[in-house]
T-cell receptor
Framework: DVKVTQSSRYLVKRTGEKVFLECVQD?????MFWYRQDPGLGLRLIYF???????EKGDIPEGYSVSREKKERFSLILESASTNQTSMYLC?????????????FGPGTRLLVL | GQSLEQPSEVTAVEGAIVQINCTYQ??????LSWYQQHDGGAPTFLSY????GLEETGRFSSFLSRSDSYGYLLLQELQMKDSASYFC?????????????FGKGTKLSVIP
């Protein structure tokens, strides 16, 4: 079974802090994704990566950056956290660049920015 | 951009059949996926349709009509554990990469 893990289930940060969310997958998947999920808005794509050191903007990249130094690890960075970034953050992976239709999700990190 | 419409809530009785519809407007469309998410849990993949027609996986079936830009998820013999949110998602292609865009989700409540 594919396993996607995220570094924290819950996180509380202050406005202006730099926040790192880590995601690791253990199935040698090429694609990795970061989403945020808000009530009534579904899952919205922030960034994705189909290879080490590659990144592509999703629908809502503003205020975020990402890093993929190793194939199994994809980090989401909030350079200066703001209250409107309070959300559930979900990481996912898929086997390769073509197979985005089948994604495996981590348990999510619920971030509260005060 | 990509646009998906699905009902926000559906209620159905245990043992019955329920259909969750999804309409989309997508350029570069490749296919339609469905995901299930229980409260507090992660989304899990249910099915994917790239071609027109019905795909069956146990109690769940998924249908796609590319000409109508429409699909649905059919759940049969509903069980209480099927209470969850269901998301349709379109696979599409742009500028060298495939992406998946999700709908806002349908909350299914199964009642006794």
């Amino acid at each position: 079974d594919v396993k996607v893990t995220q570094s924290s289930r819950y996180l509380v940060k202050r406005t202006g802090e730099k926040v790192f969310l880590e995601c690791v997958q253990d199935m040698d998947h090429e694609n990795m994704f970061w989403y945020r999920q808000d009530p009534g808005l579904g899952l919205r794509l922030i960034y994705f990566s189909y290879d080490v050191k590659m990144k592509e903007k999703g629908d809502i990249p503003e205020g975020y950056s990402v890093s993929r130094e190793k194939k199994e690890r994809f980090s989401l960075i909030l350079e200066s956290a703001s209250t409107n970034q309070t959300s559930m953050y979900l990481c996912a992976s898929s086997q390769d660049r073509d197979s985005v239709e089948t994604q495996y999700f981590g348990p999510g990190t619920r971030l509260l920015v005060l | 951009g990509q646009s998906l419409e699905q009902p926000s809530e559906v209620t159905a009785v245990e043992g019955a059949i329920v259909q969750i519809n999804c309409t989309y407007q997508t350029s570069g469309f490749y296919g339609l996926s469905w995901y299930q998410q229980h409260d507090g849990g992660a989304p899990t993949f249910l099915s994917y349709n790239a071609l027109d027609g019905l795909e069956e996986t146990g109690r769940f079936s998924s249908f796609l009509s590319r000409s109508d830009s429409y699909g649905y998820l059919l759940l049969q013999e509903l069980q209480m554990k099927d209470s969850a949110s269901y998301f349709c998602a379109v696979k599409w292609y742009r500028a060298g990469s495939y992406q998946l865009t999700f709908g806002k989700g349908t909350k299914l409540s199964v009642i006794p």
